[in-house]
């Protein structure tokens, strides 16, 4: 299996990124003295309040441009890679056949860098339901709480993907390579595994309720929710 390897496109985005984290991060640690430059009668307690105010006020704008650059990424991939496809799915297939990857540059790149948890505040989640990502090449991908509802991930490879706590609701994964994913708690109400490979995935205290697991390919060394009975390999 090949592993995913930054492109021209992924590392403009991820250069772009570091170059505003930076700029922030000199902000809070330099601009607060600048805002609360010396005034007459300000003593250094009131000072020291000063430049703390400033941080904060500077800490919460960082915050909020991490929360809308994180929008931003997750909406530019929906908007690009809908599914059901925008374009004849012939189409579609046809130009991903020629791409290193499985996908666009540009999306892959998006992915690359929400996968790096560098724009993701707090608890949220990464809002990717109704994607195509067929065939994409997203091998450890680190995206836990990510809702892929509705999208279809066919033939993908997610090996060794963090994908704990991740929605996976009616999501289709025909064939997809989920091995040694981390899928704890992952929600697959609905979903079509059929064929996917689950080798030493770990699968505990997933919500497997209505999910086809038929064809699943695991061994011993998956690891199924309390009580759930291993699906039977296929003949």
């Known amino acids: 299996m090949r592993t995913w390897r930054p492109t021209a496109a992924e590392t403009a985005v991820l250069l772009a990124c570091i170059i505003l984290a930076g700029v922030l991060a000199l902000c809070v640690v330099s601009g607060p003295a600048w805002l609360a430059r010396p005034e007459p009668g300000l003593t250094a307690a009131e000072r020291l309040s000063a430049e703390n105010d400033a941080r904060s006020t500077l800490l919460q704008g960082l915050v909020g441009l991490l929360a809308l650059a994180h929008a931003l990424l997750t909406a530019f991939v929906r908007q690009h890679a809908p599914w059901p496809p925008s374009k004849p799915d012939s189409e579609v297939l046809a130009e991903r056949a020629r791409l290193q990857g499985g996908l666009p540059d540009d999306i892959g790149a998006a992915i690359t860098v929400l996968g790096r948890q560098k724009m993701i505040v707090g608890d949220a989640e990464s809002e990717l339901e109704r994607v195509d990502l067929r065939g994409a090449e997203l091998q450890g991908l680190n995206l836990p709480k990510v809702c892929f509802a509705h999208a279809n991930l ?82």
């Open 154 to 235: 066919d033939d993908a490879n997610l090996i060794e993907a963090n994908l704990a706590n991740a929605a996976f609701v009616e999501t289709t994964l025909r064939n997809t390579n989920l091995s040694k994913a981390n899928l704890r708690e992952a929600d697959f109400t609905g979903a079509l595994l059929d064929g996917a490979i689950l080798r030493g995935a770990d699968l505990s205290n997933a919500k497997l309720r209505g999910t086809d697991l038929a064809g699943v390919i695991a061994d011993k060394t998956t690891k199924w929710p309390d009580g759930f009975p291993s699906p039977q390999p296929p003949t």
